[in-house]
């Protein structure tokens, strides 16, 4: 049983795109991928999911203050976030479930990254970050259950500032 696929692109400025695969929260809405991709200033992407086995995927380039906000709950879903080139880029992570990933990757200007996961073990828990440069700030809070909070961190220059907090209690 797969779900569904969503894709979203936008090339231009001031765009705003709400992907809520559940949106009246009944339910589940499991093994969809999402795929996004913003090119411009002022994109914005907010995605929420509610189901497990789920893939988002966004890649925003180019252009100033694009955003992407996720909230996915559930199990064994995966978020890889692209964004590369302009100034004051953000990308905000929530996930909460059992065994989910998260992968950002950034080159440069203004960045700020909040990664937040809930349960782990046995292949939980994974959040890896590759930045280049600028403004930088990233966040990640993983918490419990017993093992499996792998943050691999990489960071080259500038204002940078890392909060890892993991509690696999």
């Known amino acids: 049983t797969g779900g569904n696929s969503f894709t979203y692109s936008v090339t231009g400025n001031n765009a705003t795109a709400v992907i809520n695969s559940n949106n009246n929260g009944q339910g589940t809405s499991a093994s969809n991928s999402i795929s996004i991709t913003q090119t411009g200033n002022s994109a914005n992407a907010n995605v929420n ?4 086995k789920n893939s988002v995927t966004a890649v925003t380039s180019g252009g100033a203050n694009n955003s992407f906000v996720s909230t996915v709950n559930g199990d064994e879903n995966t978020q890889n976030v692209s964004m590369t080139g302009g100034g004051g880029n953000t990308s905000t992570i929530t996930q909460t479930g059992n ?8 080159v440069g200007a203004t960045n700020s990254f909040t990664v937040s996961q809930s349960g782990g073990s046995t292949n939980g828990h994974s959040s890896v970050i590759d930045n280049n440069g600028s403004g930088n700030t990233f966040g990640i809070t993983q918490q419990g259950t017993a093992a499996d909070s ?6 080259v220059g500038s204002g940078n500032t890392f909060t890892v907090n993991s509690n696999t209690h």
């Open 49 to 52: 999911v509610l189901g497990s």
């Open 99 to 106: 065994k989910g990933t998260v992968s950002i990757t950034s």
């Open 150 to 155: 792998i943050v691999n961190l990489k960071s």
